[in-house]
Nanobody, 124 residues
Framework: QVQLVESGGGLVQAGGSLRLSCTAS????????MGWFRQAPGKEREFVAT????????KYADSVSGRFIVSRENAENTVYLQMNDLKPEDTAVYSC?????????????????WGQGTQVTVSS
């Protein structure tokens, strides 16, 4: 049984930082590209970042490029999202997802497994 568990969300002031973690179990982690997505109230799910199985290829949404950094530690079955210079518009539930491919992708439909999500709230 595959499980993805996120942690690290919380309340932070604008300009602050948070680091999200997502730990996977039940799969061969390095064989999966990983993605981070977010969903704000009343809005559709939005792509944030993705990286390949090796972690060598990454892609970011324009809205977070230069502020967020995605990385993974395959020995720990964990993917991270370092979020810097946070803005109120970053407020959302952040979810990690696993894609059964080595290649990253920014479409939610390409991902098979999803975590429950962690709330990030940025106050102005």
């Amino acid at each position: 049984q595959v499980q993805l568990v996120e942690s690290g969300g919380g309340l932070v002031q604008a300009g602050g930082s948070l680091r999200l973690s997502c730990t996977a179990s039940g799969l061969i982690f390095e064989n999966y590209a990983m993605g981070w997505f977010r969903q704000a109230p009343g809005k559709e799910r939005e792509f944030v970042a993705t990286l390949s199985g090796s972690g060598m290829t990454v892609k970011y949404a324009d809205s977070v490029s230069g502020r967020f950094i995605v990385s993974r530690e395959n020995a720990e079955n964990t993917v991270y999202l370092q979020m810097n210079d946070l803005k109120p518009e970053d407020t959302a539930v952040y979810s990690c997802a696993a894609r059964p491919s080595l290649m990253p992708n920014d479409r939610p439909s390409e991902y098979t497994y999803w975590g429950q999500g962690t709330q990030v709230t940025v106050s102005s």
